[in-house]
């Protein structure tokens, strides 16, 4: 595996790392007010990062393109911006991350989306 398609799935197994300590770190305090939270860095950050991983490296020409680095930059900026912005939100209140996170997120799963499209065969 190299170029994009390792990026996305190294970053994976970086967040479900990250996601496997902060349950287990909150099984031992028993308090799963960041469950939320944890799930999104499990699910945005190591599901769908690795899954975009296997298809750059299946589709080898999506992953040559200007637009992987751009999908790679823009997923990653989501995780970055919705994981901390839900914890945020379950603290205070304070939603303007998540929601900047969630959008950011969506739109990186857009330009996943024409690029699917345009890898047809
Ligand atoms: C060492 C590994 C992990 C530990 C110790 C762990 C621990 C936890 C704990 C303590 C909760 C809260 C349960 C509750 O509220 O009663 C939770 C919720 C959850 N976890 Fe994990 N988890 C782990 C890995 C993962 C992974 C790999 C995923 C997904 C790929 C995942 C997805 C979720 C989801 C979806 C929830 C429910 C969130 C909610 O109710 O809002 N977890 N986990």
Redesign the pocket.
Known sequence: MKGISFWFFFSGVVY?TL???W??E??MRHD?QM??A??HL??VG??TMALFGVFYHLVPNAAESGLAKLHFAVATLGVWLLVPGIAMTLKSGAEGMAIAGALVTLASMLIFLLTVVRSRA
Do not use: D, R, S, T
Request: proline letters at 6%; hydrophobic letters at 65%.
């Open positions: 479900v996601g496997m300590a349950g287990i909150m099984g799963f469950a939320p944890h799930a499990n699910l190591w599901v």
